[in-house]
């Protein structure tokens, strides 16, 4: 039996938004299993402020058995009844996620590209209407040369009628007041607005194998059309369940899906929707837990875990992110010398071949020298087996290299995996009508 003490602990560490999924996936109810879950995230009004924000949907996972935490913030639902059966509902049909919490920022102008372009680590000029890229967003104030404040996705919407460029950013709920502070600071006199779009808008993610096909149900055939054949990292337009919504295709599961961005007062109306089109085919609800649990899978970097404010982005394997030819942004001479000198630990996947989960902090450990950290750690439901991200050495990094984690002061032993753990199938089986 747990102490008390260790279930705020662990509370704790979710409300500072550095939850590990290992806390949580053990005590997660099997739908066979009727027995009381435990409190692992209190609920108490004394632990759950009345001042924590609110996304559109917040009545509605109280109203279905939501487990509800501060998230950065946030009153968000961790699980609804069982993490592994959300995890694996989202592999095998569909999962629908309220993503909300996440900042979302619109940017136009007439100077609003050659602006972002001056300020991500990412390519903005020329990016195309329905294009959207990956990128990192850096400060130059730090001591090393480079802060990371977030990582970001940023788009570019159709164009103004008179041709003015619309982009849009969407960034981490822990760092949202941060970069938007950080972007006025930057705002020329004229020819950029940014606007904060969070609180009047709703961000629903619907992933899985059937994904796509329960959106397109609720869209004209046209636009359905038009939403089958987006590419990845791409976005479009439609009116979905009768609501207009920005569609775009991008994910953090590692499964196919679609995210839709919505006025705030049609939040509801679009999710009801979604829930009910999905129902049949298996959709589940699902809360932070598995979002995660996924993510770990995907071999998907979290800020404030594998990323950063000192990371080096090419040691987290994020080169992509980073477009140093012929540019300057904030601490692009930093990234460049980094590149072109690399050191330092590297991140690579470690897979056990027990359930016993490694958690972020645990220490790495070939022979009797300490060679790295754990960064993420859980079962993975999909693969039956303990899997974790990890900073390690680079004379370890090889896959295939045996290591030890120290967990709970026992030896652990892991192998060094390629990233990702899981990869989807490239062709997502047809729901039946």
């Not at 460029?165 to 006199?189: F, G, I, M, Q």
């Not at 590419?231 to 009116?239: E, V």
């Amino acid at each position: 039996m747990r102490s008390a003490a260790r279930w705020q602990r662990e509370a704790g560490s979710f409300r500072q938004g550095s939850y590990n999924p290992a806390n949580a996936w053990r005590f997660a109810r099997r739908s066979s299993d009727q027995r009381p879950l435990p409190v692992l995230f209190p609920t108490n009004p004394r632990h759950m402020s009345q001042m924590l924000l609110q996304t559109p949907l917040c009545g509605w996972h109280e109203s279905h058995g939501g487990r509800m935490v501060d998230f950065a913030g946030w009153k968000m639902p961790v699980q609804y009844a069982s993490i592994v059966d959300e995890h694996l509902a989202t592999r095998r049909a569909a999962g629908l996620f309220d993503v909300s919490h996440m900042g979302r920022l619109a940017v136009q102008g007439p100077a609003a590209s050659a602006w972002l372009e001056s300020l991500l680590t990412r390519r903005v000029a020329g990016i195309e209407p329905g294009r959207v890229r990956y990128t990192l967003i850096t400060s130059d104030a730090a001591d090393s040369g480079v802060a990371v404040l977030d990582d970001a996705l940023v788009s570019r919407d159709v164009d103004a009628a008179d041709g003015t460029p619309r982009l849009a950013l969407v960034v981490n709920a822990s760092n949202r007041e941060k970069v938007v502070a950080w972007l006025r600071t930057k705002l020329p006199p004229a020819g950029v607005t940014l606007m904060d779009r969070t609180s009047d808008t709703a961000m629903i993610a619907v992933q899985g194998p059937v994904a796509i096909d329960i959106v397109c149900q609720l869209c004209d055939p046209l636009e359905a059309a038009q939403i089958r054949q987006l590419g990845n990292y791409r976005a479009t337009t439609a009116t979905v369940a009768g609501q207009p919504a920005a569609v775009s295709r991008t994910g953090y599961t590692g499964e196919d899906g679609v995210e839709l961005i919505v006025a705030a007062a049609a939040a509801v109306p679009v999710w009801d929707a979604v829930y009910a089109a999905g129902a049949s085919a298996g959709l589940l609800a699902c809360g932070l837990g598995a979002r995660d649990t996924l993510r770990l899978e995907a071999g998907m970097p979290l800020y404030g875990h594998e990323l950063r404010a000192d990371s080096d982005p090419f040691a987290i394997g994020l080169d992509l992110a980073v477009n140093l030819e012929g540019r300057s942004f904030p601490g692009s001479g930093r990234f460049a010398a980094l590149r072109d000198r690399p050191a330092g630990r590297v991140r690579v996947g470690l897979a056990f071949d027990s359930k016993r989960s490694a958690r972020e902090g645990n220490s790495v450990w070939h022979g009797d020298r300490e060679v790295g950290v754990v960064t993420s750690g859980s079962f993975s439901p999909t693969l039956q087996r303990s899997i974790a991200m990890s900073m390690v050495d680079r004379d370890v990094a090889t896959a295939g290299t045996a290591l030890d984690v120290l967990i709970r002061d026992t030896r652990q032993a892991a192998t060094v995996a390629p990233l990702p753990f899981y990869r989807r199938l490239a062709k997502a089986p047809a729901l039946q009508p």
